[in-house]
């Protein structure tokens, strides 16, 4: 008997260890879909906890602030995994109420139903808990009603369909297909929306407007991730874009924006494969526009350059500002100074994103592979807004670039508020005017 005993405690000891080793493995699954989700990057305010929610997020309606996602009682501690469920995938919070699209339960309505199980594991049991109520949005009436979102859900947000993306011949198109349609919701981002806010493409199989470019929000374009060479990633081969996701920087071109916090949040922590198959699916997608050319290099501004002539409108100040770094063949220096000849980014209809970081500046995060940052500073204090236009056109209209002129009063508009909160003794001649 007594043997029997110590064989029984045995058995039941080694199916607990047995349990718990499982239990580890599926939180260490849900920690890695959470970065493959970059659920970190809007969960998380400025200097707060990881996941305690607060961060402020500019949509056409207002300000919507994120929520606190920990296992604490005022995140999700008292959430079931069936109440998790309907909040990621249906866009239903526990007391009933809709959330707002800008959380991408849309594209999550994808996500399968064991990595649900996993990144409930990992938001349960691998997340510390922070006590931080959730903020009140900033979001006038009648807006901010949340019955008309269950309307809305019902008119645009799909039906749950674990996995459902188009299967592909090759395992890791369908992969990168799952990553990007799904957990990694690039189309909140990247897809052109309605006025109604929807997506008007959730999938490839929906249409050219996936991953097509997205209109201006926070001062950034979110750009084409189509086939097109223009400004879209036609041009990109897979390997450069893997090295772009792993690094936030290529030989092409380099991360700004809200990218930025995807690279240094999410894109570094994925497996090579998974950066791989995410980067041929997007490869696989066709060009919005079936006219859509290769980049052809114009070498007339380098030369001119070369000869010391700067006629051009905005060549002095890119020579003053810019040559140093970005050097006058437009040709920059590899993963250091992005190439300004045949960035896609320059190249787009709108010229909102080139015009901020000229007045912002910018900062390349750093990463594992890549630990350096390297910080483009701003330049709205010294170059008045007509200077920034001309520099602006310049630049995507020299070295073979065909980017459409911008208008001073453009550049005005988005240095807007930050003039605002500037004395008059401040500003002097730089406004322009």
Not at 303 to 311: I, P, V
Not at 344 to 366: E, F, M, N, W, Y
Request: charged share 20%; glycine share 10%.
């Amino acid at each position: 008997m007594k043997a029997l005993v110590i064989a029984t405690l045995a058995l039941l000891g080694s199916a607990s260890l047995h349990a718990a080793e499982v239990d580890q493995a599926l939180v260490k699954q849900g920690e890695y879909l959470a970065r493959a989700g970059d659920c970190v990057a809007c969960h998380t305010a400025k200097g707060g906890q990881p996941f305690a929610g607060g961060l402020p997020m500019e949509t056409p309606i207002g300000v919507i602030y994120s929520t606190n996602i920990t296992p604490d009682q005022s995140g999700i501690g008292g959430y079931s995994f069936e109440d998790f469920d309907q909040a990621v995938r249906h866009g239903v919070a526990k007391n009933g109420s809709s959330l707002y699209p800008a959380m991408p339960f849309p594209s999550y309505a994808r996500v399968s139903d064991a990595d649900m199980r996993a990144l409930y594991a990992y938001f349960m049991q691998g997340v510390a808990p922070v006590a931080r109520d959730n903020q009140d949005s900033d979001i006038p009436w009648p807006l901010s009603m949340r019955w008309p979102l269950s309307i809305w859900r019902w008119m645009f947000a799909p039906s749950v369909a674990p996995g459902a993306v188009a299967a592909d011949s090759d395992p890791l198109v369908s992969r990168g297909a799952y990553l990007v349609e799904g957990l990694g919701h690039c189309g909140a981002c990247h897809t052109p929306r309605a006025l109604t806010m929807q997506e008007k493409a959730l999938s490839a199989t929906d249409g050219s407007s996936f991953l097509a470019g997205s209109a201006p929000l926070e001062g950034w374009i979110a750009k084409n991730l189509r086939g097109d060479h223009k400004d879209g990633l036609g041009s990109w081969s897979e390997a450069q874009l893997v090295q772009f996701l792993k690094t936030g920087r290529s030989d092409r071109s380099a991360v700004f924006g809200g990218m930025s916090d995807v690279v240094e949040h999410s894109m570094q922590y994925m497996s090579d494969q998974d950066l791989t198959a995410i980067a041929r699916y997007l490869k696989s997608l066709p060009a919005s526009d079936p006219k859509d050319q290769p980049h052809v290099y114009d070498k007339q501004v380098a030369d001119a350059l070369w000869k010391g002539d700067d006629s051009k409108p905005g060549a002095s100040v890119y020579i003053d500002n810019c040559a140093a770094c970005h050097r006058t063949d437009g040709h920059g220096y590899t993963r250091v100074f992005p190439a300004l000849a045949g960035n896609p980014v320059l190249q787009s209809a709108d010229a909102t994103s080139l015009i901020h970081i000229v007045l912002k500046g910018g900062t390349l995060p750093a990463t594992h592979t890549a630990p350096s940052t390297i910080t483009m500073p701003p330049f709205a204090w010294r170059l008045s807004d007509q200077e920034v236009a001309d520099v602006v056109n310049f630049i995507r209209s020299s070295w073979g670039n065909q980017g459409a002129a911008v208008k001073a009063a453009e550049v005005a508009e988005l240095r807007g508020n930050d003039l605002q909160s500037r004395s008059s003794d401040d500003l002097g001649p730089m406004t322009g005017k």
